[in-house]
Nanobody
Framework: QVQLVESGGGLVQPGGSLRLSCAAS????????MGWYRQAPGNQRDVVAS???????NYADSVKGRFTISMNNAKNTVLMQMNNLKPEDTAVYYC?????????WGQGTQVTVSS
C-alpha cells in the first residue's frame, strides 16, 4: 500500500510557476513508476508526466519544455515544477504510483491559471 498526499496547487497568473509535491508513505516510491495526471471539469483524467524506477521521464506534448518531473528519494517525494503556466493548465492534479501490487492515487490538488 502507498499513501500519496499532493500539495503545492493554487492560483497563479498566466506565465507564472508552481511546484507540486507528492509525499508518499507506506512504501518506497523508487520502486514505483510515478506520474502526475490532471483532470479539468468535463474532461477525462490525462497523464501529464511520469518517471520510471530507472529515472526515465515522459511528458505530454502540451507540457514539454514547461513542466519537469523529478523524484527526491531521500524525502520519498515526487515533484513537478510547472513554468510558463497557461489557462489551459487549469485542472485538478493527481499523483499516481504504479507498481507490482497495484496503482494508488492521491486526493488531488487544484491548479488555477487565471489573470
Amino acid at each position: 500500500q502507498v499513501q500519496l498526499v499532493e500539495s503545492g496547487g493554487g492560483l497563479v497568473q498566466p506565465g507564472g510557476s508552481l511546484r507540486l509535491s507528492c509525499a508518499a508513505s507506506g512504501s518506497i516510491i523508487s520502486a514505483y513508476t510515478m506520474g502526475w495526471y490532471r483532470q479539468a471539469p468535463g474532461n477525462q483524467r490525462d497523464v501529464v508526466a511520469s518517471i520510471t524506477t530507472g529515472g526515465t521521464t515522459n511528458y505530454a506534448d502540451s507540457v514539454k519544455g514547461r513542466f519537469t518531473i523529478s523524484m527526491n528519494n531521500a524525502k520519498n517525494t515526487v515533484l513537478m515544477q510547472m513554468n510558463n503556466l497557461k489557462p489551459e493548465d487549469t485542472a485538478v492534479y493527481y499523483c499516481r504510483a504504479l507498481g507490482p501490487v497495484g496503482r494508488f492515487w492521491g486526493q488531488g490538488t487544484q491548479v488555477t491559471v487565471s489573470s
